[in-house]
């Protein structure tokens, strides 16, 4: 089974930018969908983006669109989240998880990488 573990969270101040990585232990990411997500305090699980490692085929949430960018690395086995312009609304826990195929639910997922945007 994969073993997802995300990293590349921290502090910073709005309008700075951060990448997140997130990579397996175990498994490679082989024909997996891969979706980040995030959790603010009080609020639902969200999803961000997704991608297909095969296809590289990318979907995003509307409300991130031009600020934040799903890519991978095949050498590495790393599926990375770019995140410009950052905004203290985005501060919340950050999440990957795979999925086995397309319309399939996302069944495994990482620890989490806390994000924290300062006005």
């Known amino acids: 089974q994969v073993q997802l573990v995300e990293s590349g969270g921290g502090l910073v101040q709005a309008g700075g930018f951060l990448r997140l990585s997130c990579t397996t232990s175990?498994?490679?990411?082989?024909?997996?969908?891969v979706g980040w997500f995030r959790q603010a305090p009080g609020k639902e699980r969200e999803f961000l983006a997704a991608?297909?490692?095969?296809?590289?085929?990318?979907s995003y949430l509307d409300s991130v669109k031009g600020r934040f960018t799903i890519s991978r690395d095949n050498a590495k086995n790393t599926v990375y989240l770019q995140m410009n312009s950052l905004k203290p609304d985005d501060t919340a826990v950050y999440y990957c998880?795979?999925?086995?195929?397309?319309?399939?639910?996302?069944?495994?997922w990482g620890q989490g990488t806390q994000v924290t945007v300062s006005s």
């Open positions: 175990g498994r490679t990411f082989s024909s997996y969908i």
């Open positions: 991608i297909r490692w095969r296809s590289g085929l990318t």
């Open positions: 998880a795979t999925a086995a195929g397309p319309g399939a639910r996302y069944d495994t």
